[in-house]
């Protein structure tokens, strides 16, 4: 079965780091670029960084400094390291495999983990 599998969420307190992680079982993350994305409640889903196939990174201005993305191609897993964590980084974090950043994603949603920072 082809998917990714989003892991290392929980409760924060501001100024707290967590470290998630996206894994892909049924096929190779090497040739794709892989998204990070967020959905907090009342919100619509927003993209917060990509890492293309080559490794280069692009973020959103809310995680540009806090935020950094990186992978393993030989654990077939990417990851987002969130550093100075803040209440409005509260939401549901999905991974999503992509032609390339910015373009288009294939396959559903996975069930995404949940980030909570709240004191």
């Known amino acids: 079965q082809l998917q990714l599998v989003e892991s290392g969420g929980g409760l924060v307190q501001p100024g707290g780091s967590l470290r998630l992680s996206c894994a892909a079982s049924g096929f190779g993350l090497t040739n794709y670029a892989i998204g990070w994305f967020r959905q907090a409640p009342g919100k619509e889903r927003e993209g917060v960084s990509c890492i293309s196939n080559d490794g280069s990174t692009n973020y959103a201005d809310s995680a540009k400094g806090r935020f950094t993305t990186s992978r393993d191609n030989a654990k077939n897993t990417v990851y987002l390291q969130m550093d100075s964590l803040k209440p409005e980084d509260t939401a549901v974090y999905y991974c999503?495999?992509?032609?390339?950043?910015?373009?288009?994603?294939?396959?559903?949603w996975g069930q995404g983990t949940q980030v909570t920072v709240s004191s």
């Open positions: 999503a495999k992509l032609n390339r950043c910015g373009g288009l994603r294939f396959g559903s």
